[in-house]
C-alpha cells in the first residue's frame, strides 16, 4: 500500500471563535472544508474558550478524542459528561452539541452513507509492538504522533510528534506499530455496507 508521511508544513490551520484548527488530512485530496463536499477529514483543535458551541455539520458523522486537558460534552440535549484522554466519542455531527473546559482534541468527520469511521488511541508507557486491523473495504487510514515516535517495520516507515502516516489507497490487511513511551491515534475510514 502506499503511504506518505505529513509533516507540520503541510498541515493547514485555521481559526475560530473558541481557537484553532489544524487540518491533519482530508479526502477527496485537495477538497475544502469550508464547501462540504469531502468524504472525510482528519483534525486537531485547540479550544480557549470556557464554553462552546460546536459547529453543526449535519452531512457528517464525527469521532472525537481529547489529547490534553479535559472537556464536558453534552451531546442533543443529554447529561453532560467528561471526555478525558484515552476515550473516544462518536455521534450525529447535526445535533446540538456544548463543551466545557479547555482541551486540544483530535477529530475524525465521516460524510454519512459514504463511509464509517474507526478512532483508537494507543497510549504506551513503555516500548510496545500492536498489531492494528483496519478492516475490509478501508478507504482510508491514518496514524498521528501525539507524542514520541513509532514504526510501521513492514512498510520501512516512521512517524515522530506532530506528523501523520497516511495511506489513501487502503489498508485492509492488519500490520505492526512499534514505539515507545508515547501516544499515538489511528483513524480509519471504510466504505458504508451497501
Do not use: H
Request: charged fraction near 25%; aromatic fraction near 10%.
Amino acid at each position: 500500500m502506499n503511504w506518505k508521511l505529513l509533516t507540520k508544513t503541510e498541515y493547514v490551520t485555521t481559526s475560530w471563535s473558541g481557537g484553532t484548527t489544524t487540518q491533519l488530512a482530508i479526502s477527496p485530496e485537495g477538497a475544502v472544508y469550508a464547501d462540504r463536499d469531502f468524504l472525510w477529514r482528519l483534525s486537531s483543535a485547540t479550544v480557549e474558550l470556557e464554553r462552546s458551541d460546536f459547529t453543526p455539520l449535519p452531512d457528517y458523522n464525527r469521532f472525537l478524542a481529547v489529547l490534553d486537558g479535559e472537556i464536558k460534552l453534552k451531546i442533543d440535549g443529554g447529561e453532560p459528561f467528561p471526555l478525558a484522554p484515552g476515550r473516544v466519542v462518536a455521534f450525529d455531527g447535526g445535533v446540538p452539541v456544548e463543551s466545557w473546559g479547555r482541551c486540544v482534541d483530535f477529530n475524525l468527520m465521516v460524510r454519512k452513507g459514504a463511509g464509517t469511521g474507526f478512532v483508537t488511541e494507543l497510549r504506551r508507557e513503555e516500548d510496545y509492538e500492536e498489531t492494528i486491523q483496519p478492516g475490509a473495504k478501508t478507504r482510508g487510514l491514518a496514524v498521528y504522533c501525539v507524542s514520541g515516535r513509532a514504526s510501521l517495520p513492514r512498510f520501512g516507515l516512521e512517524v515522530q510528534e506532530g506528523q501523520t502516516l497516511l495511506c489513501l489507497e487502503g489498508q485492509s490487511e492488519s500490520f505492526t506499530v512499534k514505539g515507545g513511551p508515547g501516544v499515538l491515534m489511528v483513524a480509519a475510514v471504510r466504505e458504508a455496507d451497501s
